[in-house]
């Protein structure tokens, strides 16, 4: 399997798009969502083109293809317009014999780790930074924000396909690369 991985739209539909133009210009079987789909958040600017009812509609779109879990700008509001489920606050998915974990990143993190196995993958998003480690055994990879990175980061967003995986900017320009 094969799957697109982005956090945090902050209702950006601008940014949406092009992700969504390649998930499905390379055939992804899943779309994984890190939280903070809709709201901006008190903290964080206004992104460009914020509209998080186009953002609703075009999400809603791929319902059956989504992977969701909570973040900490979403809302049980947020669930009523989605038709596919966010309010968890972690996911478990099986990619090549691995156990992916997959949360927004605000409650559970590299520094506040879910109980991991070795070689499992803890996934989440939450500070807008790419980054891909490995420690102990385990991997902690955080794809970035397609719409507001921080410290300077590209807008970008994490794949998992083959036996690797990437973290990639929108004009898919490779940013980080892990092989197993």
């Keep these: 399997m094969k799957f697109l991985v982005i956090s945090d739209i902050h209702g950006s ?15 992804y079987d899943k779309l994984i969502l890190l939280g903070d789909e809709l709201y901006h958040g008190p903290r964080n600017p206004i992104p460009e083109g914020y509209n998080p009812k186009k953002v609703i ?25 989605l038709n596919f489920p966010i309010m968890s606050d972690y996911h478990l998915i ?15 993190n590299k520094d506040n780790p879910l109980p991991l196995e070795k070689g499992d993958i803890l996934l989440y998003g939450h500070f807008h930074i790419p980054m891909i480690i490995e420690e102990n055994n385990h991997f902690f990879l955080n794809p970035g924000s397609i719409t507001l990175p921080k410290q300077n980061s590209p807008h970008c967003y994490g794949i ?16 980080l690369k892990k092989d197993f």
């Design 94 to 108: 099986i990619w090549n014999n691995k156990k992916i974990f997959i949360t927004h990143g605000h409650i559970y």
């Design 160 to 175: 998992f396909e083959n036996n690797s995986i990437i973290i990639r900017d929108t004009k898919k320009n490779i940013i």
């Design 13 to 27: 539909p601008v940014y949406l798009e092009k992700v969504l133009n390649i998930f499905e210009s390379n055939n």
């Design 57 to 81: 509609e075009m999400l809603n779109q791929y319902k059956e293809k989504i992977i969701a879990v909570r973040g900490n700008c979403d809302s049980e509001v947020d669930q009523m317009m």
